[in-house]
């Protein structure tokens, strides 16, 4: 009986051990492969957003400005530009301050 | 019988024994493999515990450990996360022309990827058998083409480069770096270590649409007044936080030249000039600091002209009153009337507050090209003309400090150009307390009444304060006609939270420009005085307008952030 007992318990460890191996080996396949992606996207996102400072700068959007329209850019007045709050579905208009109120 | 019963007994023993022992064997090899397999269940068991339990790795991830990590080197990035410097990868292609089987399918491929390249002289190169760069920092789309000719000739060669998207617009701060990845000039040189040993981006305090606003006016009006130089400065008076540092002329990092010209020097950190009369806001603060005056303490029969020494000083206006009050001595910029607070603080306490608020001495900042103060022997004659801003020099960086103090209510800061972690460490307070508010006030009746010499910045909406500075400029130990004009802004004057110096390198009359008087007074045509009330405050104000609303929406942002 006892002999019976310990051949079940290492028949279980053998079978559980081999599961609980290829578990850990697919997890890190997909560990491995997620960070293989990541690499790359990261990558492809820097490139992106480095593109994308470059044709955003203040510089290049005068460039375009000047290619593709014919209105002139006009500075507005610190006293044009208003605080629009909204509370309770009710908006509240106020200055815009150059302080911290 | 009693041998038998031995011999039974022993048999019996022996075979006893022996049962035992295979028992105890077989059970221990039972055990073994039970315990063997224990260890490796076991082992495999905390490894998935393990990996279900690990957090993700959000780590920046090194682009380049592919390539290579002795180009290695962090980002920098503004306070908005734009790149101001970045490393990227690129590649070279290069041709082995042994490895060439058919030369004409090659140049015939060739020229249909890249129509625009010179073959005549590509075929030259061929020719002499020797491994040429064919095209450097080749795009991805036609790297990729090149690459599907499958010609194994075609070699190519992986690399990293050192950009500056921003070209011009950071080129003082940032610097640049030799082809050995090697920091020369500014924040490249100061954090070579930092920058190569981290992949962290850095993050400045700068801001790049503040920064090019603040450039283009600049640049505009350089063109205007024919200065040889300018530099502009946006601070934060309340934790030292530069928005925007620049200085004219400027250059392209991108095409690291070596430059030599001294008119390229840093004007901000590097340069030290006699700033004039902006020093007389800190003879009126550290009288009242010292409790010697009150704003409105009389001076009574202030003389047109006075001598120290052989040197004549005198009034730039000829209609300054002789009985002022301290504060009108501020707001009119009285030489005379400054010499003599200057007087009553005495030699050693006024070089002592001008150390104490920064102006003097040396200065602890983010890059390494910060002028070498000399420390200037006080005597009589030094207390009076440093009162009104003569024979004492400083940088405009200096300067900023300074006013921040005077405008912050007296608390010490550190210009900074690296934005640190929030701390919570405790604010010095170096001025006694009312002093910052006096000054303050008397800076504001400058630009907003008639009086005062800086009336073309007083922008509708923002408060401004300030004080004029126009300093003839020694050249060969005597002064010249040429001159610097400064002015030092600080707003709003109800809350100061800028300090904003614009300083022009001899400006020139402009006889042309249309000058729009505020607050509905008309218009003048032409500069009336090359002074800094006709120059650098008129670009101060007229850059205001435009960075106003800007910096008023970003302060809400970080507020709601």
């Known amino acids: ?101 | 019988m009693n041998s038998r019963i031995i011999s039974e007994n022993n048999k019996n023993d022996f075979s006893s024994k022996k049962i035992k022992s295979n028992t105890s064997v077989q059970f221990n090899r039972i055990a073994f493999i039970f315990f063997f397999f224990f260890v490796i269940y076991l082992i495999y068991t905390i490894h998935l515990i393990h990996l279900g339990l690990r957090k993700s790795n959000n780590k920046p991830i090194n682009n380049f450990n592919s390539i290579s990590t002795k180009f290695q080197r962090a980002d920098i990035i503004d306070v908005n996360g734009n790149y101001l410097a970045k490393t990227v990868s690129s590649i070279d292609v290069g041709i082995k022309p042994v490895d060439i089987i058919d030369k004409k399918k090659l140049i015939l491929s060739l020229k249909y990827i890249f129509p625009n390249k010179d073959f005549v002289e590509i075929e030259k190169r061929i020719e002499k058998n020797k491994f040429f760069k064919f095209e450097r920092r080749i795009s991805p789309d036609n790297y990729e083409k090149i690459m599907k000719l499958g010609d194994k000739s075609i070699v190519s060669e992986e690399n990293v480069i050192r950009l500056y998207p921003q070209k011009n617009l950071f080129s003082h701060i940032i610097g640049q770096i030799d082809d050995g990845n090697r920091g020369i000039s500014g924040l490249e040189k100061s954090l070579n270590q930092r920058l190569k040993d981290s992949n962290d981006p850095i993050r400045l305090t700068v801001d790049k649409e503040i920064q090019f606003l603040i450039r283009s006016e600049l640049v505009r009006y350089q063109e205007i007044f024919k200065n040889k130089g300018a530099a502009a400065l946006l601070m934060n008076v309340n934790n030292g936080d530069i928005i925007s540092l620049l200085s004219l002329p400027d250059f392209d990092p991108n095409l690291r030249q070596n430059i030599t010209d001294v008119n390229y020097i840093n004007k901000v950190t590097k340069g030290t000039y006699e700033l004039g009369s902006v020093f007389k806001s800190f003879t009126y603060a550290a009288a009242l600091n010292e409790d010697l005056i009150k704003p409105e303490t009389e001076f009574l029969d202030l003389p047109k002209t006075i001598y120290c020494g052989r040197f004549p000083i005198s009034e730039y206006d000829e209609k300054m009153p002789s009985d002022l009050t301290a504060e009108k001595i501020l707001i009119r910029s009285g030489n005379i009337g400054s010499v003599r607070i200057a007087e009553k603080i005495g030699p050693k306490k006024f070089k002592l507050f001008l150390e104490k608020i920064g102006v003097l001495g040396q200065i602890n900042f983010d890059i390494e090209e910060i002028a070498l103060q000399k420390n200037l022997e006080f005597d009589r004659c030094r207390l009076e003309t440093a009162a009104y801003g003569h024979g004492i020099t400083t940088t405009i960086l200096q300067l900023a400090k300074g006013y921040s103090i005077l405008s912050n209510g007296g608390f010490d800061i550190e210009p900074k150009l690296i934005k640190r972690k929030k701390n919570n460490e405790k604010k010095i307070q170096i001025l006694n307390v009312g002093v910052s508010e006096k000054v303050v006030s008397a800076l504001r009746k400058i630009v907003n009444t008639e009086e005062g010499t800086a009336n073309l910045a007083d922008v509708n909406g923002y408060e401004i304060a300030g004080k004029t500075g126009t300093a003839q400029q020694p050249i060969g130990g005597e002064y010249s006609s040429a001159k610097i004009n400064t002015f030092v802004s600080v707003f709003p004057s109800s809350k100061p939270e800028y300090v904003f110096i614009v300083m022009l390198e001899t400006p020139k009359i402009a006889s042309d420009y249309v000058y729009t008087l505020r607050n509905n007074k008309g218009t003048i045509k032409g500069t009336p005085r090359n002074t800094a009330g006709w120059t650098a405050v008129e670009v101060a104000g007229k850059t205001i307008e435009k960075i106003g609303p800007i910096l008023a929406t970003k302060s809400l942002e970080v507020e709601e952030k």
Do not use: G
């Not at chain 1, 396949?29 to 992606?37: L, T």
């Not at chain 1, 955003?56 to 209105?71: N, P, V």
């Open chain 1, 1 to 101: 009986m006892k002999r019976f007992i310990l051949t079940l318990i290492i028949f279980f460890l053998i079978l559980s051990t081999s599961l609980i191996k290829n578990t850990t080996k697919k997890i890190e396949d997909e560990i491995y492969n997620i960070k293989e992606n990541l690499r790359s996207l990261n990558s492809q996102l820097e490139e992106v957003f480095f593109e994308y400072i470059y044709l955003s700068s203040s510089e290049k959007l005068l460039e375009f400005q000047l290619l593709y329209f014919e209105d002139q850019l006009i500075p507005k007045d610190i006293s044009e530009i208003k605080l629009i709050t909204t509370k309770h579905d009710a908006n509240t208009i106020e200055d815009l301050n150059i302080t911290k109120n």
